[in-house]
């Protein structure tokens, strides 16, 4: 069955160092997410990508984020200059056409900031 | 804003119990709804979802009805097993023509004992 794979696992950096958390959506799937979720609270929606420009962003999402799809497989999430509280669980997930369709969530990354 | 709420957990019940996770749904437009399931360790899950009033999501003995008069959307399964303790997320997407991010709440933890 397809699935939605994410890497690393886990990430350690030091505060002001720029990540990449990489993703790789279901191969035939058109819109493309990243959510976060911070130790003990809810899963929060950062962005959603579609047709290779984003097309909602969240205030979460300030310019220290960016997103790319930069080979039609991957799907990356950049944060620029990492703060202490980004530190949290990235999840990505993509989806089919449709609203309706459900989106498809991968395993996450856990962020922590030095 | 768009917002779900869900009842506060740990929730705790003996295998073969009755469950009931609550959830509530702001009412803006015409969203669809669903519950994911995450276990330890994993990503997020689509468990069931609903995207009209009156519709009833099941799946694995689960199930959970769209209320739009209560704006509620409850999680219901009538024996839980031990292999059922995982977090439970009610969510929302805004429906319609979209682009599906999902409002989550805070989730719910459920442990199932022998």
């Known amino acids: 069955e397809p699935e939605v794979t994410q890497t690393p696992s886990h990430q350690v950096t030091q505060m002001g160092q720029e990540v990449i958390l990489r993703c790789v959506p279901i191969?035939?799937?058109?819109?493309f997410y990243w959510y976060r979720q911070i130790l003990g609270q809810k899963v929060e929606f950062l962005v959603s990508?579609?047709?290779?420009?984003?097309?909602?962003k969240s205030e979460i999402f300030d310019d220290q984020f960016s997103v790319e799809r930069p080979d039609g497989s991957n799907f990356t999430l950049k944060i620029r200059s990492t703060k202490l509280e980004d530190s949290a669980m990235y999840f990505c997930a993509s989806r089919w056409s449709g609203p309706y369709n459900e989106q498809f969530f991968g395993p996450g990354t856990r962020l922590t900031v030095l | 804003g768009d917002s779900v709420t869900q009842m506060e957990g740990p929730v705790t019940l003996s295998e073969e119990a009755f469950l009931t996770i609550n959830c509530t749904y702001t009412?803006?437009?015409?969203?669809?709804l669903f519950w994911y399931v995450q276990y330890p360790g994993e990503g997020l899950q689509l468990l069931l979802k609903a995207t009209k009033a009156d519709d009833k999501g099941s799946n694995k003995g689960f199930e959970a009805t769209y209320r739009k008069e209560t704006t509620s959307f409850h999680l219901e399964k009538g024996s839980v097993q031990v292999s059922d303790s995982a977090v439970y997320f009610c969510a929302r997407s805004p429906g319609g023509t979209s682009y599906g991010k999902l409002t989550f709440g805070q989730g719910t933890i459920l442990t199932v004992h022998p």
């Open positions: 009412a803006t437009g015409y969203p669809s």
């Open positions: 191969s035939n799937h058109l819109y």
């Open positions: 990508f579609y047709n290779n420009e984003i097309s909602e």
